[in-house]
C-alpha cells in the first residue's frame, strides 16, 4: 500500500513536469533538471521610454548530469499591477554554451520580465518604462513677451501674452499631475514649477502662462505621481521673454537667438525723426548695470542701426536717445539676445556590437566645466528625443559620453546641452548607430546606463 502511494505521487510529479513542457516552457534537463539554474542579467536597458523594447539575456548552468545547450527558453511578463502573463511574450533556443536572449514586445509600463526552460524559472527582474510626454507651445527659440502686454482700451492686456503649453502623455495616464517647469535664473539645472495640470482621458494636457519676468526661459514638463511608470520628463523648449516695446523708441536684433560667436546687429526707429543720437547699452547678468557699447545717430523716417555685436553670453540691450524736445531723453524697452551654445558630436563607431562601447564625443563653446550635458535618442516613434546618459563638460569644453547599446537595428542619437543662466540650450547634429547581434557572451549592463536628467526642485 504504501508502494502504490509512493508510485502515484511520483506519477503525479511527472506528469506535472510533463504539462509545464507541453505548456511552452520546453524540455526539462535531461535527467537531474534540479542541477541547472537560471542566471538572468539586467535587462538592458532597466530604463526605457513607452513603445521601447528591452533585451532579456542570460545563462543557463548546469552540474553533472544536466544540459545547458538547446534548450527552449520562453520569456514571461508581469505588467503593473497585472498578473503575470500565461503565455510566452518571447521565445528563443540556448546556445551551446547555454546561453540566450530575447526582445520583449514594446512595452507600456514598469514590466517584470523572467524565463523559463526546462521546468525551471528565473528570478524577475525589472524594466521601468517612462511615460513619452510631449510638449508644443510657440516655437522653439520664440521671441515672447512679459504679460504686461500691449494698452487695449485705456489699460495694459494681461490675457493678449498669454502663451498655452500643451502635449500628450503616452501611454495614458488619466488624472496624472503634469507639472509645467521653468529653469532658475540663477541656478543652472534647478528647476521651479510655474504651472500645473493634469492628465486628461484622452491622454492630453495644456497649460497656461504668462510670463512674468524677461531674459531667457527654458521650459518643460514633468509627469509625476505615476503608479505603474517612471517619472516621465519631455524635451526642453529655449525661449526669449521681451518687455513691450516704446512705441516712440523701439529695438530689434536682426536674429535672435543666436549661436555662440555669431554677430547680431541692433537696430529701431526713434519716431523724433532724423539726427538723433542714441547709445547702444548692454548687460549681460540680471542685477548689474547697464554699460554703453555703441553710438549712432537715427537717419531717414528716425531709423538707426548699431555696429555689429558679438555677445560671448545672453544680454540684454536698451537705447537712450537725446534730443531737444521736452523729453531730451527717451528709453528703450530692453531687448534680451539669447546665446545659444555650439555643440560639436562624433561618434567613435558606426556600427557597434551589443554590449560594446559606443562614445559620442565632441566639444561646446563657450567652455563652462562642470555643465550637464546629455545623449539622447530618438523616441520610437520617431518623433522628438529623450535623454539615455548624462555626463559633463570638461575645462577645455570637451565631453565624452559613453555609452553600451544592446538592442539590435539602426538607432538615431544626438547631444543636447541643456540651457543656463547664461547661454540658452543647443542640441548637435543626429548620428545614426546601428547595433549588430552579438552571439558571444552578453555582459551585464552599465549602471549609468540610461540615467534621466534630475528633476530639479
Known amino acids: 500500500m504504501l508502494r502504490s502511494k509512493t508510485m502515484a505521487a511520483a506519477l503525479a510529479a511527472a506528469a506535472g513536469l510533463a504539462a509545464l513542457a507541453s505548456a511552452g516552457t520546453g524540455a526539462s534537463f535531461a535527467a537531474h533538471p534540479a542541477s541547472c539554474h ?100 510657440p516655437p522653439d527659440g520664440s521671441v515672447l513677451y512679459t504679460g504686461r502686454g500691449p494698452i487695449l482700451g485705456s489699460h495694459f492686456s494681461v490675457l493678449s501674452n498669454r502663451v498655452t503649453f500643451s502635449g500628450t502623455v503616452s501611454p495614458k495616464l488619466v488624472g496624472d499631475e503634469v507639472v509645467l517647469q521653468r529653469e532658475n535664473a540663477i541656478s543652472s539645472e534647478e528647476w521651479r514649477r510655474i504651472g500645473i495640470g493634469f492628465v486628461s482621458s484622452t491622454g492630453t494636457y495644456s497649460i497656461p502662462h504668462t510670463f512674468g519676468a524677461p531674459g531667457a526661459a527654458d521650459i518643460r514638463v514633468v509627469v509625476r505621481n505615476t503608479k505603474f511608470s517612471a517619472r516621465g520628463v519631455s524635451e526642453s523648449l529655449s525661449y526669449v521673454i521681451l518687455q513691450t516695446q516704446n512705441p516712440n523708441l523701439t529695438i530689434e536684433s536682426s536674429k535672435d537667438p543666436i549661436i555662440f560667436g555669431e554677430p547680431v546687429t541692433i537696430s529701431g526707429v526713434d519716431k523724433a525723426g532724423p539726427g538723433i543720437s542714441l547709445t547702444l547699452f548692454a548687460r549681460t547678468a540680471p542685477g548689474k548695470k547697464y554699460s554703453p557699447v555703441a553710438t549712432a545717430t537715427s537717419t ?59 562614445t559620442f564625443a565632441g566639444t561646446v563653446s ?92
Open 300 to 358: 531717414t523716417g528716425g531709423a538707426y542701426s548699431f555696429p555689429a555685436q558679438t555677445p560671448g553670453t545672453n544680454t540684454s540691450y536698451k537705447v537712450t536717445a537725446t534730443g531737444t524736445g521736452p523729453a531730451k531723453t527717451l528709453n528703450s524697452a530692453a531687448l534680451f539676445e539669447g546665446v545659444r551654445f555650439l555643440v560639436t558630436a562624433t561618434a567613435s563607431t558606426e556600427s557597434v556590437l551589443q554590449g560594446q562601447t559606443v
Open 366 to 457: 563657450p567652455a563652462l566645466s562642470g555643465h550637464p550635458i546629455y545623449l539622447q535618442k530618438k523616441n520610437a516613434d520617431g518623433i522628438g528625443f529623450h535623454a539615455i546618459e548624462v555626463g559633463t563638460v570638461g575645462p577645455t569644453g570637451a565631453y565624452s559620453l559613453p555609452y553600451v547599446p544592446f538592442v539590435t537595428g539602426a538607432h538615431v542619437y544626438r547631444v543636447h546641452i541643456p540651457g543656463d543662466p547664461t547661454h540658452e540650450g543647443s542640441s548637435s547634429h543626429v548620428i545614426t548607430v546601428t547595433t549588430t547581434l552579438n552571439p558571444g557572451v552578453i555582459h551585464p549592463e552599465p549602471a549609468n546606463n540610461d540615467t534621466p536628467p534630475s528633476e530639479g526642485h
Open 38 to 137: 537560471i542566471k538572468l542579467e539586467p535587462p538592458a536597458p532597466r530604463l526605457v521610454q513607452d513603445g521601447e523594447t528591452a533585451l532579456v539575456f542570460g545563462q543557463i548552468k548546469c552540474g553533472p548530469g544536466g544540459a545547458a545547450a538547446s534548450q527552449a527558453v520562453s520569456l514571461f511578463e508581469r505588467v503593473g499591477g497585472a498578473a503575470a502573463s500565461s503565455t510566452p511574450a518571447a521565445s528563443t533556443t540556448s546556445n551551446t554554451a547555454g546561453q540566450f536572449q530575447l526582445t520583449t514586445p514594446p512595452l507600456e509600463k514598469n514590466t517584470f520580465v523572467y524565463v523559463v526552460a526546462g521546468g525551471v524559472k528565473s528570478a524577475k527582474r525589472l524594466v521601468k518604462v517612462s511615460p513619452k510626454v510631449t510638449i508644443s507651445g
